[in-house]
């Protein structure tokens, strides 16, 4: 008997989108000192984002700490930029990815239809191509229940309205593709992250993850060789065998680095 695929897809989507303003404003007021529990209960304490609805209040503190606290790393790098007045060009890409990361719903539909989408030569998207992968995915009982029509085209609808606002597509109606603008920093601290995860240069350089961006693996390479001129990491590449190597090995510290290479330039 052949066990039935282990449900990967959530509709957290639906009140999830991008929150770009509402998290950079926690980023702002969020206190190092403090922890993660103690921010999150000031913040809605003093309804630093000016909600009327508390329900709204607790969704945005929720869906904050799932993407960028599950690793408190992540999050105080995040906090490191902000507060240190990074480039917002720099800080949108990572938001966008660790959202990816932890939605596989919002990953999936960049990583295995956006992407191929694009590979082909298309530039736009149809609502019709989000819906039938969403139709498929639950056909293949990959999503937690068993969506009716109208969950598959919310799903979809928060999919696209989430990505336009990460500035993935764009177009009010009819979306189009536009690869987001992914700085060299952005995408060292994104490598030090895959890092920490794959142990392997030559899987870091493959992994799936680049396709948030678009990025084949030669446009990976290239990030990697420009982040290396830059003297932000150390790429060396021989044949197969990839080797990787960061000053820092935490997220934090490297975007002090990063932050202080800026400077110097």
Do not use: C
């Amino acid at each position: 008997m052949t066990e039935s695929p282990v449900p990967i897809y959530t509709s957290r989507i639906i009140k999830a989108s991008a929150l770009i303003a509402d998290t950079k404003v926690l980023l702002a007021e969020w206190n190092l000192t403090q922890s993660i529990a103690e921010n999150l209960a000031r913040a809605r304490r003093e309804n630093i984002f000016g909600k009327a609805s508390r329900k709204r209040v607790e969704d945005v503190l929720r869906i904050f700490r799932q993407r960028y606290f599950d690793d408190a790393d992540v999050g105080t790098a995040l906090v490191t930029l902000t507060q240190n007045s990074a480039p917002a060009q720099w800080i949108d890409p990572l938001l966008y990815f660790f959202s990816a990361q932890n939605d596989r719903t919002l990953r999936d539909i960049v990583v295995e239809v956006l992407y191929e989408r694009h590979r082909a030569g298309y530039t736009d998207l149809p609502i019709q191509v989000v819906l039938r992968a969403v139709r498929d995915w639950v056909a293949e009982g990959k999503t937690t229940t068993r969506w009716g029509e109208g969950t598959i085209e919310r799903v979809a609808q928060g999919l696209t309205a989430t990505l336009r606002d990460f500035g993935v597509l764009q177009g009010a109606v009819n979306k189009r593709l536009t690869p987001i603008y992914l700085p060299t920093p952005s995408f060292a601290l994104i490598a030090l992250w895959l890092q920490q995860r794959e142990r392997s240069g030559h899987l870091i350089l493959q992994s799936d993850d680049w396709r948030l961006f678009f990025l084949p693996v030669e446009g990976v390479e290239r990030f990697f060789i420009e982040a290396h001129q830059e003297h932000m990491l150390a790429y060396h590449a021989a044949g197969s065998v990839i080797r990787i190597e960061f000053p820092v090995d935490n997220m934090t510290e490297y975007a002090n680095a990063l932050l202080t290479n800026q400077r110097a330039r």
